[in-house]
């Protein structure tokens, strides 16, 4: 079963405008930690965010915020203020904190975003 | 602190031949875990070395292995090579593999032939 589902393959979005990526996970261990990364036309995944499933605050780097919400299995990334860089693949990922999960990242399909001058 | 490295970046073999592709990942990280990115089946986990040991395996067959040296530095191998073993080979490593992040190579493109 699909373990963590991003609904948006692909959108457009203006320079200077804020944007939503979807994500919704399932699990049902009570550990885990939610990832987002971005990965430019030449390949390399590039870290952006981290939400614990134990925090409280919603965490924040920059222009990226994540809207985390636990009863939902929901873990939104939202980019502030577009940049024209911005324009690549993200992707959403979860680690259980289970001995089978060792190091492994589950990721979802990706949205494929496209910030316009 | 530099960052994960991987070599090579690109890589072309043909049908039947295999390949050892290299990671070197961020000094002090001790787990260093494999992922392979095809358009057709996204990003999937390969495989995770903690301390030279193999903890954890994706659903890969055997022609994909690994190993990882005393520096942390690890290396995959895939025998056999099949067409649909093109792929974008990421390697990421971490401190020790629990919840903390993982950080990213750029990746090895291979082209099966």
């Known amino acids: 079963a699909q373990k963590i589902t991003q609904t948006q393959p692909g959108m457009f979005v203006q320079e200077k405008e804020a944007v939503t990526l979807d994500c919704t996970y399932d699990t049902s261990d009570q550990s885990y930690g939610l990832f987002w990364y971005k990965q430019p036309s030449s390949g390399e995944m590039i870290f952006l965010i981290y939400q614990g499933s134990y925090d409280e605050q919603n965490a924040t780097e920059g222009r990226y915020s994540l809207n985390f919400q636990k009863a939902r299995k929901s873990a939104n990334l939202v980019i502030s203020a577009s940049q024209l860089g911005d324009s690549a693949m993200y992707f959403c990922a979860m680690r259980e904190a289970t001995t089978d999960s060792w190091g492994k990242l589950q990721f979802g399909a990706g949205t494929q975003v496209v910030v316009t001058p | 602190k530099a960052g994960v490295t991987q070599t090579p970046r690109y890589l072309i073999k043909t049908r039947g031949q295999q390949v050892t592709l290299s990671c070197s990942p961020i000094s002090g990280h001790r787990s260093v875990s494999w992922y392979q990115q095809t358009p057709g089946q996204g990003l999937q986990f390969l495989f995770e070395y903690f301390s030279e040991t193999q903890r954890n395996k994706g659903n890969f067959p055997g022609r994909f292995s690994g190993r990882q040296f005393s520096n942390s530095r690890s290396e995959m191998n895939v025998s056999t090579l099949e067409l649909g073993d093109s792929a974008l080979y990421l390697c990421?490593?971490?401190?020790?593999?629990?919840?903390?992040?993982?950080?990213f190579g750029p990746g090895t493109r291979l082209l099966v032939l």
């Open positions: 990421a490593s971490s401190l020790a593999g629990g919840l903390e992040t993982q950080y």
